[in-house]
């Protein structure tokens, strides 16, 4: 298929360009470089051979959505284009409304006018909200804590709401848990600007000297060692499991289905410095510090549905997922001093 990427040149949307590559499909990326660097694009050559387009416009711009879709004849869409810090969205709400729904009104817009009704969208395990029971299924009530939760509420909704009134579309809703690591080749990983609010690449920056201590928010949760507990996922077996739900869907009968694509296993905070140190002969130095807002014991996934319906499951272990963060925490390293 030929396939277009909003936000193909951010973390997931470049793993999952790789996957796709390999597995025959024709990718285009479209993404207004707010959060990543148009590189990308040369990395993702010498990791696949293939000389992948970018387009560089942003997803409320409807006209230039149009133009992609047609130029490149599109078939399907996996719509990554987002904002996604939840600190900035409990600031900035209007962009996160903006940006999120209103970017994915006008791609749905855009997509219909084109006559292209597969989708594959980024959601979040956020959309579970503080957890009434684990693992987590599909079934589970949805609920937000903060804008950036409730934007992708809002387009799960929207999306339902298409589905159901035009029975030619064809959506997957991705429910991703805790995205982490970075291709084997240490050329594509997560990058994000600024001080990291996400565990991995703040562990990363400290392993590497870049921040001189971990936080560790809590040591009193309701868990074995007192700190969070959750489902990382190794962003290599996230991404084939885009390939799996883009390919089950387009030939599905269903118009919508949800899957979360996690591993069922947690691990805490503490578990992951351990392992993070262990592997790559490391070390993390952190302190225990305050709970931060929003923040929930524990959450994990059951994988069960993804398994059973698209026959995929999460491979990759936690060593492999802290060696790959390392690898690409060192390339970038190597980067910097050229
Ligand atoms: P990312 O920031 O690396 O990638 C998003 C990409 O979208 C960036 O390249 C950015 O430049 C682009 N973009 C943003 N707004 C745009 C717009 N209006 N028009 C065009 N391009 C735009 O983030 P990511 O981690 O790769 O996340 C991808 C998607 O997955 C997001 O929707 C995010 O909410 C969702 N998600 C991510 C995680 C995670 O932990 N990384 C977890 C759950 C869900
Ligand atoms: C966060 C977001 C969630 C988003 C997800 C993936 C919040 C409240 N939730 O989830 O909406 O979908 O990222 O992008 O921000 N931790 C530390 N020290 C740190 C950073 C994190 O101890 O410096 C702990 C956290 O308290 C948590 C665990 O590490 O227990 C994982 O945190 P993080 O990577 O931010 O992911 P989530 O909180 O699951």
Not at 44 to 63: C, F, N
Not at 107 to 113: F, N, P, Q, R, V
Not at 154 to 169: C, G, Q
Not at 267 to 275: D, Q, R, T
Request: charged share 20%; aromatic share 8%.
């Amino acid at each position: 298929m030929k396939i277009l990427l909003t936000g193909g040149a951010g973390y997931i949307g470049s793993h999952v360009a790789t996957a796709l590559v390999s597995s025959g499909h024709d990718v285009v990326c479209f993404d207004n470089l707010s959060n990543s660097d148009a590189a990308v694009m040369d990395r993702l050559e010498a990791i696949t051979g293939t000389a992948i387009p970018l387009v560089e416009g942003d997803i409320r711009d409807r006209d230039a959505m149009r133009y992609v879709l047609q130029e490149y004849g599109a078939e399907a869409v996996i719509h990554f284009a987002g904002l996604k810090a939840v600190g900035e969205s409990v600031a900035e709400p209007i962009k996160y409304y903006d940006n999120n729904v209103r970017g994915t009104l006008t791609l749905l817009e855009a997509m219909a006018d084109c006559d292209v009704h597969t989708l594959v969208f980024s959601s979040s395990a956020t959309v579970y909200g503080q957890p009434q029971y684990l693992p987590l299924d599909e079934n589970h009530p949805t609920s937000a804590t903060n804008p950036y939760g409730r934007t992708k509420l809002m387009i799960e909704e929207m999306l339902r709401d298409v589905a159901a009134a035009d029975s030619k579309w064809r959506i997957a809703i991705l429910r991703y848990f805790n995205p982490v690591g970075a291709h084997d080749s240490g050329l594509i990983g997560e990058n994000p600007n600024g001080i990291p609010n996400n565990l991995m690449p703040f562990i990363s920056r400290v392993a590497a000297g870049r921040l001189a201590e971990l936080s560790v928010f809590g040591d009193d949760y309701d868990t074995p060692d007192g700190t969070g507990v959750r489902d990382y996922i190794h962003v290599v077996d996230l991404a084939e499991g885009h390939v799996a739900a883009l390919e089950a869907v387009a030939k599905s009968g269903q118009p919508i289905s949800t899957w979360n694509l996690g591993t069922g296993q947690g691990y805490s905070v503490l578990e992951m410095v351990e392992a993070f140190e262990r592997i790559n002969d490391v070390s993390v130095p952190y302190r225990i510090a305050p709970r931060r807002d929003g923040d929930v014991a524990s959450c994990f996934a059951s994988p069960e549905r993804a398994a059973r319906e698209l026959g995929w499951k999460a491979n990759r272990d936690l060593d492999a997922m802290c060696a790959s963060s390392w690898r690409f925490e060192r390339m970038l390293a190597t980067r910097n001093a050229d």
